[in-house]
């Protein structure tokens, strides 16, 4: 069963930076296309950044410059570092990870930027 699990969220002043980790156990490999999106309250959820099985980034233009995802293979560990928060960057963060043809989805992490 593949499952993502997310971590690193919290409570951050506006300027400030968090990192973003995704684990990622019960995949058959290593290099899986993965994203984070993200659900603000009373919005839908959105893309933040996506990186495919070849390495390529993409990121929504309301982070880019600030926020950055990576991989670690070695560890099955997907990364979201989160540079300049925004107040408007709050929301729950999730992960998610493409195995097989199926998009597989984490629970989410809080991120609450707020002074």
């Known amino acids: 069963q593949v499952q993502p699990v997310e971590s690193g969220g919290g409570l951050v002043q506006p300027g400030g930076s968090l990192r973003l980790s995704c684990v990622v156990s019960g995949t058959a490999g290593s290099s899986n296309a993965a994203g984070w999106y993200r659900q603000a309250p009373g919005k839908q959820r959105e893309v933040v950044a996506t990186?495919?099985?070849?390495?390529?980034?993409n990121y929504a233009d309301s982070v880019k410059g600030r926020f950055t995802i990576s991989r670690d293979n070695a560890k099955k560990t997907v990364y979201l570092q989160m540079n300049s928060l925004k107040p408007e960057d709050t929301a729950i963060y999730y992960c998610?990870?493409?195995?097989?043809?199926?998009?597989?989805w984490g629970q989410g992490t809080p991120v609450t930027v707020s002074s």
């Open positions: 990186i495919t099985s070849g390495g390529t980034t």
């Open positions: 998610n990870v493409l195995v097989s043809y199926t998009l597989y």
